[in-house]
């Protein structure tokens, strides 16, 4: 695994924590408390952790190998 690949997975590793971590939250808001406003403070969060997800999903769909011929080429490193 290059240096590349693996900065890419930790990187999806630490979003995937961080979008485990603002759903139990978002649980915890919701269940936990009650009154006006936990309601409207979960979907916040839920609002976030879509936006994570999407973020997740576009880093999911990178392809390093062509990232590094494409630097490659335009660097003239080979």
């Known amino acids: 695994m ?6 890419l997975k930790d990187i999806k590793e630490e ?15 919701r269940t936990d408390f009650s009154g006006i406003g ?3 403070c979960s979907e916040c969060i839920e609002k976030v952790i879509n936006k994570y997800n999407s973020a997740q999903l576009k880093l999911n769909r ?6 590094v011929s494409g630097f490659e080429s335009i660097t003239g490193n080979n």
């Open 2 to 7: 290059t240096a590349s690949e693996r900065e």
């Open 15 to 29: 979003l995937k924590s961080i979008i485990e971590e603002l759903c139990e939250i978002s649980i915890g808001v």
């Open 62 to 67: 990178i392809d390093i190998s062509k990232l």
């Open 38 to 40: 936990n309601r409207k």
